[in-house]
């Protein structure tokens, strides 16, 4: 993670004409900005004269926060925030709509706003190597996210939000300090309550909504289960 400001080297500024030579074009011709590794401790104003990229790169600087202003890039599918020295978001970046990507690990968030689960269209989501021990609930209305990362930071247990994300192939939860029973007691504390009474003596309608629960329960304790050694990793 990011250390402390002792050592850093000093803040750079850039011009608008240094931000205008950072963009490059990707293999399938999409426009990148790339702002990464410029030693950079705040997000100069005058990238919003390019407010219309399809990528945003500022990773790997001095960044402690993210302006507000980021919201006019509403047009950008891949935001690479990771390796600063964030410790929150601007509720704003809910409004970017298009986001696929969204990379914030290796920072120093002990929170997210609840406006990340505006960001319907996300794919990947990787909050690994941060200091955060819970999700806003609002994480499960992304129904479109595949990949996500919570490795290395203070969870205890896998968030019930996560058993929302239908289309979910990806969890890394390593190294953090989990543990079976907590993880483990939320999934029995559901399925107990669909065996109280025999499913004989249940309407349809509420059969279909004990099936659904338990469907849940079972994704989340199947999350739970591939974090083992051995599994494919994902930050």
């Known amino acids: ?5 002792k050592g ?6 850039l011009t608008l004409r240094a931000v205008q030579n950072c963009v490059d074009l990707t293999l399938d011709g999409r426009r990148r900005l790339d702002l990464s590794l410029k030693g950079i ?12 990229v399809n990528e945003l790169d500022l990773s790997r600087n001095l960044l402690t926060k993210i302006p507000g202003f980021i919201e ?8 690479d925030l990771h390796s600063n020295y964030l410790d929150e978001l601007p509720v704003e970046i809910g409004r970017l709509q298009a986001l696929k990507v969204l990379n914030l690990c290796n920072n120093r968030l002990t929170s997210l706003p609840s406006e990340l689960g505006l960001l ?17 609930g609002t994480i499960g209305n992304l129904k479109e996210l595949r990949h996500l990362g919570l490795s290395d930071n ?11 994300l239908k289309q979910l192939e990806r969890l890394n939860m390593e190294r953090n300090p989990l543990t079976l029973q907590a993880a483990g007691g939320n999934v029995a504390a559901a399925g107990q309550r669909f065996y109280v009474v025999e499913g004989r003596l249940l309407c349809d309608n509420c ?21 083992k050694p051995g599994m494919k990793k994902f930050g």
């Open 207 to 227: 059969l279909d909504k004990c099936r659904t629960q338990r469907e849940k329960m079972e994704k989340i304790e199947q999350l739970w289960n591939e974090q």
């Open 154 to 164: 203070r969870f205890t247990c896998v968030p019930s939000c996560i058993g929302r």
């Open 8 to 13: 850093q080297k000093k803040a750079q500024t």
């Open 72 to 79: 006019h890039f509403e047009s950008i599918t891949v935001l």
């Open 120 to 136: 319907f269209d996300l794919h990947i989501l990787n909050l690994g190597l941060n200091q955060l021990d819970a999700l806003p």
């Open 41 to 52: 401790a705040a997000v100069p104003k005058c990238v919003l004269k390019l407010s219309d």
């Open 1 to 5: 993670m990011p250390t402390g400001k």
